[in-house]
């Protein structure tokens, strides 16, 4: 395998690998894809200007978020569907956002538990828990107090998701694997007061 370099190199990589259903649902977007499209076009606006002609030698990226330290201003945002880039899922990620000092945010969605993932992580490595508003007030009361009790150190709260995503190009091409039935079946329990 050859060396990954840069961002399009992993994706090339992930296309080689990744069945290609699989594949769709990372590269694919929600409905037309416009979002993520929109997405990369204005990440490449973004310009590094190099420090030239300065003393660089000791160069310190740390800073603090909610009062708590981290190696560097980039985190892990809550994204779903972990399992199908890797068998571990999340946890992968998790060991990586630590071993970089940096923060995860753990979705509602995720495939490991949050016990899971803070095992696996040692106890250690600053982790945050995304939850979304939902009708059944004692899950989300137990996933907050599971988050709180295993050393979670902020809650992350996104209104962004009120039903499944449509994903059109995994609609045509793999509609079994368009609507996840283990993540449409959680959602339906916990976003209709645990009324399947």
Known sequence: MKRLVCCED??????????????????????????????????????ILPRVLRDVSNIDTATTLLGQKVATPIGVAPTARHHNAHIDAEIPVAKAAKRSGVCMTQSIHSFKSIEEIT?????????????????????????????????????????????????????????TLAIDPKVEACRRIYLNGGEQ
Not at 19 to 37: H, M, P, R, V
Not at 160 to 165: G, K, S
Request: hydrophobic share 35%; aromatic share 10%; proline share 5%.
């Open 10 to 47: 992993y994706e090339e990589e992930a296309e080689k690998v990744l069945i290609k259903e699989k594949w769709d649902y990372f590269s694919a977007g929600s409905c037309l894809g416009l979002t993520a499209k929109e997405n990369i076009e204005a990440y490449k606006s973004y310009y």
């Open 119 to 175: 095992e696996s992580c040692e106890g250690e490595g600053l982790r945050w828990m995304q939850i979304q508003p939902m009708n059944d007030r004692p899950v989300l009361a137990d996933i907050i107090q599971r988050a709180e009790k295993a050393n979670y150190k902020a809650i992350v709260i996104t209104c962004d998701d009120p039903r499944m995503p449509l994903h059109y190009k995994l609609m045509r091409d793999s509609p």
